[in-house]
């Protein structure tokens, strides 16, 4: 009798410790967004574990942890689109404008390619609330800067698939 008690303690504790890691990861997911959207929103694990169901066609997903900042994001169909290419290393195919809100921040990242490193150069830090769009046609980027440092808009990884405007809420940059 013991020893089932004991083995059902362990277990009690452990779904309490998994719920309150879900709780805890839904709400930073929902910090990536606002209210009136994220209350309806998908929210899903980067590993595509829905933690729980939306109806409103919105996902939003948790800071990626051991990535240097703050991350969380909220993404319509196009940018899931987007960021199942950039993780599979292959060519979007959204055919429609995509919105992507960041309102809690950004990890540290390239301006140049998604996998692109500091000592690349065009490094991207301390960048605050922001949204982000995807335009299909490319030639639409024509007139907008590539520099994050311009105090507005600008084209993160330009010249790759993955092209899209940077807009800052918060000032960006900062000094």
Excluded at 88 to 111: R, V
Aim: glycine share 8%.
């Amino acid at each position: 009798m013991l020893f089932r008690t004991l083995i059902l303690t362990a277990v009690v504790a452990l779904l309490s410790i998994t719920a309150n890691a879900d709780q805890a990861e839904i709400q930073s997911a929902i910090s990536a967004g606002p209210a009136s959207l994220t209350k309806n929103a998908t929210i899903m694990r980067w590993n595509g574990k829905v933690l729980r169901q939306g109806t409103n066609g919105w996902t939003c997903l948790p800071d990626m942890p051991g990535n240097g900042g703050i991350d969380p994001w909220c993404v319509d169909a196009s940018w899931q689109n987007l960021l199942d290419a950039v993780t599979n290393k292959k060519t979007p195919s959204y055919k429609k404008l995509g919105i992507a809100y960041m309102l809690a921040g950004d990890a540290p990242i390239s301006n140049i390619t998604p996998a692109g490193k500091k000592q690349d150069g065009d490094w991207v830090e301390g960048l605050k609330a922001h949204l982000m769009v995807l335009v299909p046609d490319h030639a639409m980027f024509d007139n907008i800067s590539t520099n994050p440092n311009n105090g507005g808009p600008w084209i993160m990884w330009p010249k790759t698939p993955y092209a899209h405007v940077m807009i800052p809420i918060d000032s960006y940059p900062s000094k």
